[in-house]
């Protein structure tokens, strides 16, 4: 027994001196790039493990700008491709008995966005948050594994969101055509002017507030309450609205209602030009002016 408790304690004084040579090897640097905006047509980031934050820069150029605690450099590359601007982000395996364990925050991705309007936006995300905040594109593409996703001020002709894991968060943003497809995490939507709306999720809340009436707002959820609210009373919609398994409530200026069930009801506002249709299989549904 005594000579268990020696080995154990000893098993511990040298993690404890492999895990400080680690971290004290682990040097701080920072690399920057600028970029022509007008030599930029898209920026494609595929980031493994930290967070990327993409904003308004008040410059004529794209200002990329990578921190961390890590030491190897080529864990983090800039390069430009044409009129292509690749940023990845990866992470170096290590061998040995901490290989696999990675302790404290691994670093953050900054890139300045000019207020001229880059095309397409094309961000890979496996673990990090995300956070995007007054920038412009045609094209907003983001795939995410795990993760946060912060999003404010956003302006974009065709947007779509894919996420496995983690918070989806959308406020003052202007849409042509927005996707958001969900695994597991919730999705909130607030202040939003979309002419196409569709959000698919399998579990988690959608929660939709102060929405403006665009020609269609889809959303599906196979376990989760959907909530919509608009910022002005519509004008001319028509509204689909089933549970399967819970309630449905509509509380619409001038609706009138053609069925009126439980957990089923359908109706029009005016000409109904403009489509509603909201489908729960396992939660409540609730929609007001």
Not at 27 to 51: A, G
Request: hydrophobic share 35%.
């Amino acid at each position: 027994m005594k000579k268990i408790v020696l080995t154990s304690a000893a098993l511990v004084l040298i993690c404890g001196f492999i895990l400080k040579v680690n971290v004290a090897e682990a040097k701080s640097f920072e690399k920057n790039r600028s970029y022509d905006i007008e030599s930029v047509d898209t920026l494609k980031v595929d980031n493994e493990s930290w967070d990327v934050s993409l904003k308004k820069s008040n410059s004529n150029q794209v200002i990329v700008s990578a921190k961390g605690k890590k030491k190897e450099k080529q864990l983090v590359t800039f390069k430009q491709d044409g009129k292509t601007l690749i940023i990845k982000q990866k992470d170096q395996k290590k061998s040995g008995f901490l290989g696999e364990f990675t302790f404290g925050k691994k670093g953050t991705i900054s890139i300045g966005i000019p207020s001229s309007r880059i095309n397409k936006i094309d961000l890979n995300n496996k673990y990090g948050d995300i956070q995007l905040s007054k920038i412009s594109t045609n094209n907003l593409i983001v795939h995410n594994d795990s993760g946060d996703k912060k999003i404010k001020g956003i302006s974009a002709s065709k947007a779509v969101f894919v996420s496995k894991d983690g918070m989806l968060s959308i406020e003052n943003s202007t849409f042509g055509n927005l996707n958001i497809s969900s695994t597991s995490g919730d999705n909130y939507i607030k202040n939003v002017n979309g002419s196409k709306i569709k959000i698919t999720s399998k579990d988690g809340e959608v929660s939709i507030k102060d929405i403006k009436e665009g020609k269609s707002l889809a959303v599906k959820s196979d376990s989760g309450d959907i909530g919509v609210s608009y910022k002005q009373a519509p004008t001319s919609l028509s509204v689909a609205a089933k549970s399967n398994s819970s309630d449905v409530k509509l509380k619409l200026n001038r609706l009138k209602k053609n069925t009126d069930t439980e957990k089923l009801q359908k109706g029009k506002i005016g000409q109904g030009f403009n489509k509603l249709n909201l489908l729960s299989n396992n939660g409540v549904i609730n929609v007001t002016n």
